[in-house]
């Protein structure tokens, strides 16, 4: 008596006489010969079929149930591996279950949220199951995605202010350099002006570019020359 609005479609069996035709009110998609219901394109709620033959009229009270709402969606379809956990809002029926195809994606069932920094890189789609009389399943795209390598070297920790300027090798190119008042640096090549240095150590930062950016530090050491003054 009760039937999904995605479900197959329903054929009634007639018991009685055969070779009659069936009527309902407006809004249930009805086959008057075969008395067929056409769910997905009836509008959910209860009806009365007669079944009208030479012999005379018979009633059956039909409900369509609307299919359950499973919209839901996170702030964001792409994560960095270093990005704060998201957890979706659904805006659909409440209190249902999440999934995620392919494996990889870790991701709490009742609640979505998902563990970024233990996921694997790759792209997923996460299906929200509804619990509601007439379950379906709701998909969000997520992609996850490695963060840059920000590791760089130069080729001394320590330099002499009359030395050769040094230039560091970054793991990732494109980023900037940065450091505290004092020592003269190139913020694009990371290059260090020795001479226009003020001696001290000095901790110098790398931040890569891009969508995934990332950071490390090295330290590095700026000495006096020596004074070799004599008489």
Known sequence: ASYCHASSDPTPTITGTSGGTFSSSAGLSLNTTTGEIDLSASTPGTYTVTYTSATGS???????VATDDASFSYPKSSYCLNETDPTP??????????????????????TGQIDVSASAIGTYSVGYITNGPCPTVGTFSISITNVSDASFS????????NGNNPTPTPAT??????????????????????????AGTYTITYTTSGACTNSSTQSVTINTVDNASFN
């Open 58 to 64: 018979t009633t059956d009270n039909v409900t369509i």
């Open 173 to 198: 190119s494109g980023g900037n350099y940065s450091s505290t008042s004092g020592l003269s640096i190139n913020g694009s090549s990371g290059l260090i002006n020795l001479s226009a240095s003020t």
């Open 89 to 110: 809002t659904v805006t659909g029926l409440a209190g249902g279950t999440f999934a995620t195809n392919p494996a990889g994606l870790v991701i709490n069932g009742t």
């Open 154 to 161: 130069y080729g001394n920790s320590a330099y002499c202010q």
